[in-house]
């Protein structure tokens, strides 16, 4: 069979924003497989429980086959092996984010050689955008559909009604 070419796209996706779609949707063509995998980060206080995540990512991605939804809790390089993923799929939005790939990335390639991480450059209007945005709109009972895909957005409005 031939060798697919499998993406796992790490993060937190606390929600997932409009820039990470857009990564993904960038993505599709390079891959047979993305794997959009929402990582356990004990450092970083959540809003949104993990099954809500993966749920606002699976309705977004619904209508599209290659891309999956999954939750991990393991090194992200060891996690990947075990799906068999080639490729660790990454977006740089600015310098600061560089800085901070480049030592992810250079480590991972030591414990890893065969994964290669790809990076593609955020479009210049998401550039600004992240989750812990959201996260403060939502706190402070503002809208955030400007930054969250319109199916995202009503599901969130559905999570916080229930
Ligand atoms: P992490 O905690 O791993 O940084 P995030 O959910 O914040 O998790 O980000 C996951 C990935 O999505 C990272 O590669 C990040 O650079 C990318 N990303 C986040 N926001 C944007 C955006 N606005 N545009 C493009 N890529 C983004």
Known sequence: MEHLKIAVFPGSFDPITIGHESIILRALPLFDE??????????????FSMEDRKLFISELFKGEK???????????????KSLGASYILRGLRTSA???????????????EPNLETIFLLTDTKHSYINSSL????????????EFVPKTVCELIISTKEK
């Open 66 to 80: 290659k891309v999956k939804v999954d939750t991990f809790d393991s090194l992200t390089v060891n996690y990947c």
């Open 34 to 47: 993305i794997i959009v995998a929402i990582g356990k980060n004990s450092d970083k206080r959540s809003l």
């Open 134 to 145: 959201v996260r403060d709109i939502l706190h402070h009972g503002g809208n955030p559909s």
């Open 97 to 111: 984010d560089f800085e901070y790939e480049r030592m992810v990335a250079l480590a991972n390639k030591t414990l």
